[in-house]
T-cell receptor, first 116, second 112 residues
Framework: AQSVAQPEDQVNVAEGNPLTVKCTYS??????LFWYVQYPNRGLQFLLK????DNLVKGSYGFEAEFNKSQTSFHLKKPSALVSDSALYFC??????????????WGLGTSLAVNP | EAQVTQNPRYLITVTGKKLTVTCSQN?????MSWYRQDPGLGLRQIYY???????DKGDVPEGYKVSRKEKRNFPLILESPSPNQTSLYFC???????????FGQGTRLTVV
């Protein structure tokens, strides 16, 4: 079965410290992986994606993510967290479904709190 | 500016009163979909459309209808809303298979 797991419901980090939000996936074939962020009362905003190529991808707002095929992971990272990074983060993978090849399979989200 | 526009942003309605949530995108995307977001359940796909006049059920289609008469529009219709359809709804569109999806701002629906 195709799935995405975000093992932590909440991550707390002090401002200025590095942050990691974890994501593991299970999908047949080569995965297309995405990270989105949701601020309160807002829609989901795209952060970054892995399609192919370099395992370290860089995205918006200083975020980056590392694709690890052997561990089937795609963890989101940032070297120095800001209070304004506090939001809900979603990992998603494009599944391989006959007739619905654009479908995204979503993790349940991780709430990131950056403390001043 | 590339965007997906949903209306209304907030809606309170009564059980059984038909309603439509509109969604429009200006990126000429073929693929559009509707999601609902509920605490502890994440995002679940309701319906999707691969192109004009091509729609199909997602994971939780019961109680919903959609139509895709034009490429840019993908309205979500609740013929007889019930309280269990109280949720936050998102419309999304995407182009080619390896590109990201764009999301609307969301519609918070309350059915009393």
């Amino acid at each position: 079965a195709q799935s995405v797991a975000q093992p932590e419901d909440q991550v707390n980090v002090a401002e200025g410290n590095p942050l990691t939000v974890k994501c593991t996936y299970s999908v047949s074939g080569n995965p297309y992986l995405f990270w989105y962020v949701q601020y309160p009362n807002r829609g989901l905003q795209f952060l970054l994606k892995y399609i192919t190529g370099d395992n370290l991808v860089k995205g918006s707002y200083g975020f980056e993510a590392e694709f690890n095929k052997s561990q089937t992971s795609f963890h989101l990272k940032k070297p120095s967290a800001l209070v304004s990074d506090s939001a809900l983060y979603f990992c998603a993978v494009r599944g391989y479904n006959a007739g619905n090849n654009r479908k995204l399979i979503w993790g349940l989200g991780t709430s990131l709190a950056v403390n001043p | 500016e590339a965007q997906v526009t949903q209306n209304p942003r907030y809606l309170i309605t009564v059980t059984g009163k038909k309603l439509t949530v509109t969604c429009s995108q200006n990126m000429n995307h073929e693929y559009m979909s509707w999601y609902r977001q509920d605490p502890g359940l994440g995002l679940r796909q309701i319906y999707y459309s691969m192109n004009v006049e091509v729609t199909d059920k997602g994971d939780v289609p019961e109680g919903y209808k959609v139509s895709r008469k034009e490429k840019r529009n993908f309205p979500l219709i609740l013929e007889s809303p019930s309280p269990n359809q109280t949720s936050l709804y998102f419309c999304a569109s995407s182009g080619r298979e390896n590109t990201e999806a764009f999301f609307g701002q969301g519609t918070r629906l309350t059915v009393v």
